[in-house]
């Protein structure tokens, strides 16, 4: 018995990320792929023997999306990231996690995969407490910030208290 090929083997195949593949695959409009890479993503796909499930949109509905800006800067990122992983299977979900950079364009890109599979929601979360500036495309989708939170206040937000818990620390 062979092993069906998954969008990870397209994407080390074609030399994408995976979320790329899952794009194309996907057909998500306004996905900023080249069209050589589209063609590329897709004969490869073909070649491979892949294809998406039917019914893919009701599987994905118990996945999470998780937006987070950076993993390397701090040694926080691996539970911070095994709490939502946690917490979602508790609820029979699973956290699919991309890595920004906080670049719009990378955060643009996930939300649209993200929207078109169907996901039940996004995490989107900084390893460093900031106010951020939603992307527009966050509002498609159920949200919920990560220690950031927005200036309007548009979005419900899960942040530390540690500058109050400082300030009521040193203010006796």
Do not use: W
């Amino acid at each position: 018995m062979t092993k069906r090929a998954t969008m990870n083997d397209i994407a080390l195949a074609a030399g994408v990320s995976q979320a790329t593949v899952s794009l194309v695959l996907n057909d998500v409009p306004n996905a900023r792929v080249s069209a050589e890479t589209r063609a590329r993503v897709r004969a490869l796909a073909e070649s491979m023997g892949y294809a998406l499930k039917a019914g893919a949109r009701a599987v994905s509905s118990r996945v999470i999306g998780l937006l987070i800006d950076d993993v390397s800067s701090t040694p926080f990122a691996a539970p911070f990231i095994e709490g939502a992983r946690a917490e979602a299977a508790r609820h029979g979900a699973i956290v699919s996690l991309i890595c920004t950079g906080a670049d719009p364009a990378a955060e643009d890109a996930a939300l649209q995969m993200f929207h078109a599979v169907g996901a039940a929601g996004v995490l989107y979360a900084s390893l460093v407490t900031r106010p951020v500036s939603p992307p527009r495309l966050l509002s498609q989708l159920p949200a919920v910030l990560l220690n950031c939170h927005d200036r309007d206040h548009g979005y419900a937000a899960v942040t530390p208290g540690d500058v109050m818990g400082a300030f009521n620390a040193t203010a006796a």
